[in-house]
């Protein structure tokens, strides 16, 4: 914090970045003191869309993460932290390579290509035996943490893209309010169908098999579909800007 502190130079840098956007015509200049704009009904859609998506991955993904535990202990019987380890290595290998991506591609694309590989994980979860090598969670858990890091690394700024300057800071309570929201309700609602399901076959453990896998692949699948249709908060096109004398 006494870096950050000592070393920002926060409203300095943020004078400078609306001073060059103004120039390069990137952001139309606004009244004093009115730092805020109205979304279009498009922009709206499209910003429901997104937080709707954020929810409903986090919902799959936290369902998964939250009782991993209990079900490789009880259902699979193998040892589980290692598994876990590999999906937030495979994230952290990939954070700088699916951001170049998104440049080339855009951030709606990458964030499907990213939501496919997380449901496909999910998915391959789902036929997962005590009798499967553990060894098979490894590739599986691997494709987990590129796939949730490639939707993480864009999904935040589509959110901010559609704020000016000064608001920056609203849109951010928005992202989080979705995300920590469905964090909230995720091993609350999958805890309960656990059980649901557990109690209707007579065994808590069976409510665990048929459901873990499924109920998180469900949720992602839903979060693709709601991104499908977003239509703005995208990175913009890398082009060739003129140099211009900024002094």
């Known amino acids: 914090l006494v870096v950050f502190m000592l070393t920002v130079k926060e409203k300095k840098w943020a004078e400078e970045m609306e001073e060059q956007t103004l120039k390069l015509g990137l952001e139309e200049p606004v009244a004093d003191g009115d730092s805020s704009r109205k979304l279009s009904s498009a922009e709206l859609k499209s910003l429901l869309l997104i937080l709707a ?3 409903l991955w986090y919902v799959g993904y936290n369902s998964i993460t939250s009782k991993y535990s209990v079900y490789a ?3 699979l019987g193998f040892d589980f932290n290692f598994t876990l380890i590999v999906a937030q290595a495979a994230a952290i290998v990939s954070y700088i390579p699916v951001g ?6 855009g951030r709606r694309k990458t964030i499907l ?3 496919t590989l997380l449901a496909s ?3 391959i979860g789902n036929f997962i035996t005590p009798e ?5 969670m490894y590739p599986v858990f691997a494709l987990a943490g590129i796939g949730w890091a490639t939707i993480n690394v864009n999904s935040f700024p589509m959110v901010v893209e559609l704020a000016r300057g000064g608001e920056v800071g609203k ?3 928005y992202y989080y309010t979705a995300s920590m929201s469905a964090q909230i309700v995720a091993p609350i609602l999958s805890g309960f169908l656990y059980d649901l399901v557990g109690n209707a076959l007579g065994d808590v453990n069976l409510g665990l098999r048929y459901v873990f896998f499924a109920f998180g692949t469900i949720f992602v699948v839903f979060s693709f579909i709601t991104m499908f249709f977003v239509k703005h908060g995208d990175s913009k096109p890398e082009a060739e800007i003129p140099e211009i004398d900024l002094d």
Do not use: Q, R
């Open 53 to 55: 998506s954020v929810a």
């Open 132 to 136: 499967t090598p553990s060894v098979v």
């Open 113 to 115: 290509a990213g939501i």
């Open 100 to 105: 170049i991506i998104a440049s080339k591609l």
């Open 73 to 75: 202990t009880n259902v």
């Open 171 to 173: 849109y951010t309570g």
């Open 121 to 123: 994980a999910f998915l």
